[in-house]
Every structure is written in C-alpha cells, then in structure tokens.
C-alpha cells in the first residue's frame, strides 16, 4: 500500500485516524514497524522520562551539547502550536516538508505486505521523527518520553543513559494510582549495565528496586551527585567531577536545580563518549530556554505563561508565583483536561489569585469553561470564601486572555495556566508583550 499525502496537515489527520488506544497493546507493533524500517542510532541517546520536569531537562541537554559543539537532536512532546516543534535538530525547529519523507517511512513499513499494523497517533509520530533524527547524522540525541516510560513508544529505542526526573500522581488511568505504581513504570527506560539518572529527591522505591533487579547503573541525589547553592551561585559534585560557582539555570524556578544536577549527572555519567568542557556547561545553562517553563513575559501587566497541568507542578507554579514579589491583582487564565486532579489544582493556586477566567480548550478530553467554573465554586465554598474572587468563563484561551487584560491594570499580573492547550492558544501568533492602560489615561 502507498499512501500519497501532500502535507504534514494531511498526514496528521492520518494518524489521528489511525488505532487510538494501542497505546493498551503493548510496543510488539511499534518494535516491528522499527525493525522493517531498520531503524538504528550510530550516536549516544539519552532518554528522559518523568512526571514534571522532562522538557526543562532535554532543553538543558540540549543546550551544553550545542555549547560543546555537538550536532545535537531533539525530539519532545507534546507541542504548544505547532507540531514541528516537537523535534529539533542542532537546535533548530525541523521544517514540515522535510517530515514528509518519514511520515511515509513509517506507512510503508506499516503495511508492508498488505498487512497492517495498528498504530497510534503518538506511535507513528514518534517513528517518524525518530527516523528522522536517526539520519540526521547526530551527536546526541535526546528523547522525551511521552506517557510513563515501559510501554510508551520511545521505549523501542535501548538509550545509553536514562533520565527519571520529579515522579507525581498523573495519568493514573495508564499508570497506576500512586507514586510506587507510577514509578514502575517510568522505570521501564533503564537497561541493565547503562547509567540511570535518578533526579527526583524523594523517588519511589519501585525505581531504585527496578535499577537494583536489573543490573542498571544507578545514580542516586545525595549519593552520587549532590548539589548545593546560595542567593549568588550553586556548585554540583558527582562521581570523580566537579562545577562550582555556576550561576542559575536561564529557566526561572526553584525546581530547575533539581533539573539541572540530574542533567550534569548524565553528562559526567557520558563523559567518555561525550566529553564536554565546564565552560560548555556555564554557557548551556545560562542560555537555556523553553517557553512555556514559567515563562515571565515582560510588560504592563507581567504576563507568566506557564504548563503546569497536574497538582504537583501546579504547586511548583504556585511557589514561584508567590517568590515573585507583591502584584496588587493576579488574573488567571485556566483551562484544563477533565481528567485531572482539578480540585486540587485550583486549591493550591486559589490564594494567590484574585480573578479567574476559565476557558474552553480545542479537544474532548478538556474540561468545559462552565464546569471549571463550578469546581471552582466548590472548592471556594469549602475553604470558607474568605476574600472576594471572581471568575467568568470564555469560549478560547485568547477571548480569555483579552478579557484579563481588558480587566488588569499595569501593575498587576497575569498567570496563564493549566494545558499546553491553554499556553499553546495564546501563543498562536506569538509571544506578546501586554501594554494595559494607565488608570486615567
């Protein structure tokens, strides 16, 4: 069979018509569709799985192996706006025509034979940009896992080192309903005899028992690395290697240190076949960037853009929202996927925020403006409505965007929160500087 689409658009719709919950079928389908396309990496891959965390860390690798003079490829998921960006190569969002050649790769090895492999979205974008990066003459390449890690599609490729960062209760419905469960199965990327670094503080001990049962190379926080800082600068130490006196990663957070030791503890842990120098290192970190990572808009009002889309990150937002100093009003613009803990999302972010504009999103799995509307309502009642607050509910993240602006004066902030859908909506003409108007003028 031979399919002829024109267009990146055209081979989207594609996917999407494509077996939706083989994602419930295990990776024998992915794995085979890989080995027809003989697909293969003559260069270290290091892949990052993870609840919170996973794109600060390939952005950070990303950036010291340019520094270092690599050709560097990067593959992550989801996107903000445009599905291009889901794969970078020598730090350069791929152009649509060029996925073209590897979208029909990945048909053709699908129904080879006139027999037809059930593929997901995910799973055949994946492919795709994986053979892409795989002919890219790279480096280094650079993974994100999407959901979990055992059976998520980027587990047919055997990494050479394996990043676990923040693990947190999300996606339970795949995953399991707690940490241990969830653990399992981020831990499903190690292989025996290869590094596995292990960010997370506090990781559930179905990671490390995983590490142990396997034979992995595991790299433990307070054991094999450790890291420490003040107001000025952080030092990192690890296994025979040594930073000290770096200054703060470019992407804002108290969360991203923790980021950046795992991201130094692969790099020492690679050392050998990918050798970079300390200066590498200071000018990767410090030229980092990654919208939508508690990104600070400057302008009248500030604008945050940020992803926080499960109680855990929502909490990180929350902590670097309120370390931002006094703003007389901060304005929310919110929208989410239904699925997830929301009650609890808007918990933690309720004290800080004084207006909320809740907003449909462009996908059946979101929540509708009106029931984020009630949860609110609900979680309001229960902690005693103590300070007025007031919500509304718009039909786009723009319209709810306008609407916070229109409402904001120049010295308040505005928080835009909850989905990739929800920053990805206000990011589709770019990013924009807000200029409200002056009380009086």
Not at 354 to 373: G, H, I, S
Request: charged residues 20%.
């Amino acid at each position: 069979m031979h399919t002829n689409i024109h267009s990146l658009a055209g081979w989207l719709g594609h996917c999407e018509r494509l077996h939706p919950r083989a994602i419930d079928m295990g990776l024998e389908r992915v794995r085979e569709v890989a080995r027809r396309m003989a697909l293969r990496f003559d260069c270290p891959v290091i892949t990052v799985a993870g609840t919170n965390g996973k794109g600060s860390t390939c952005a950070m690798l990303e950036a010291v192996a340019l520094q270092a003079g690599y050709r560097t490829g990067m593959y992550t998921s989801p996107h903000l706006v445009h599905f291009e960006e889901r794969c970078r190569i020598d730090g350069s969002i791929v152009a649509a025509a060029d996925l073209l050649a590897h979208f029909q790769a990945v048909e053709n090895a699908r129904t080879h034979n006139g027999t037809a492999l059930s593929l997901s979205y995910f799973e055949f974008t994946t492919l795709a940009i994986l053979h892409l990066m795989s002919q890219a003459r790279l480096d280094v390449a650079i993974v994100e896992v999407g959901l979990g890690g055992r059976l998520d599609a980027t587990n047919i490729i055997d990494a050479d080192c394996a990043i676990i960062t923040s693990i947190d209760i999300d996606h339970q419905e795949y995953l399991g309903p707690d940490r241990e469960g969830i653990g399992r199965e981020k831990a499903g990327i190690m292989r025996s005899g290869r590094p596995v670094i292990v960010s997370d503080p506090m990781a559930p001990r179905s990671v490390t028992d995983h590490a142990l049962e396997i034979g992995a190379d595991l790299w433990s926080p307070g054991r094999d690395f450790t890291f420490s800082g003040d107001q000025q600068q952080w030092s990192w130490a690890g296994r025979g290697r040594r930073h000290a006196g770096l200054a703060y990663p470019s992407l804002r957070g108290a969360n991203q240190l923790i980021n950046a030791s795992g991201v130094l503890a692969a790099l020492a842990a690679l050392r050998e076949r990918l050798p970079v120098t300390a200066q590498a290192v200071r000018n990767g970190l410090a030229t980092v960037a990654l919208p939508g990572r508690f990104q600070i808009v400057p302008g009248q009002p500030t604008l945050v853009l940020d992803v926080a889309h499960n109680p855990h990150s929502v909490a990180a937002l929350s902590a670097n929202l309120d370390a931002m100093g006094f703003f007389p009003t901060t304005h929310a613009v919110f929208g989410a996927m239904a699925d997830k803990d929301l009650a609890t999302m808007l918990a933690r972010a309720g004290p800080l925020v004084e207006r909320w504009y809740f907003t449909d999103l462009p996908t059946a799995r979101a929540e509708t403006a009106a029931a984020l509307q009630k949860k609110w309502q609900a979680v309001q009642s229960l902690a005693g409505q103590r300070r007025a607050v007031t919500s509304s509910v718009h039909a786009d993240p723009v319209q709810a965007l306008r609407a916070a602006m229109a409402a904001a004066d120049p010295a308040d902030r505005i928080v835009v929160f909850g989905s990739f859908y929800t920053v990805g909506g206000v990011l589709l003409d770019g990013t924009a500087r807000l200029h409200a108007n002056h009380p009086g003028a």
